[in-house]
């Protein structure tokens, strides 16, 4: 596994969070990075996604206007910023890539091949 999401963490409802997936030094082309989530007890869910280029992005709809996901140039970090944060907002956290340039930008999971290890988001009411 060689992404890795950190930021987590617990926070109240209203609070903000940001989540960071480092890409940089990784061995494959990423053609677009994805977050997702999984609440206990419930399936994964598509959160947001951007191209490498940051061309586009979208988003979920219980997240838009909440959450931005961006990429710094400088060192390929691909970030999830959560503001105004909800109970319901409270998951495991993941980021992923797609790097065989077989799909455009997409919300399904399947269409990811490099996942990394989740961070943990907690979000008290």
């Known amino acids: 596994v060689q992404l890795q999401a950190s930021g987590g963490g617990l926070v109240q409802a209203g609070g903000s969070l940001r989540l960071s997936c480092p890409t940089s030094g990784l061995s494959f082309r990423m053609w677009f990075m994805g977050w997702f989530r999984q609440a206990s007890g419930k399936e994964r869910e598509f959160v947001a996604a951007m191209t490498w280029r940051g061309d586009r992005k979208i988003y979920e709809d219980s997240v838009k206007g909440r959450f931005t996901i961006s990429r710094d140039n400088r060192d390929n970090t691909v970030y999830l910023q959560m503001n105004n944060l909800k109970p319901e907002d409270t998951a495991v956290y993941y980021c992923?890539?797609?790097?065989?340039?077989?799909?455009?930008?997409?919300?399904?999971?399947?269409?990811?091949?490099?996942w990394g290890q989740g961070t943990q988001v907690t979000v008290s009411s």
């Open positions: 992923a890539a797609e790097t065989r340039g077989s799909y455009s930008l997409t919300r399904r999971a399947d269409a990811y091949d490099q």
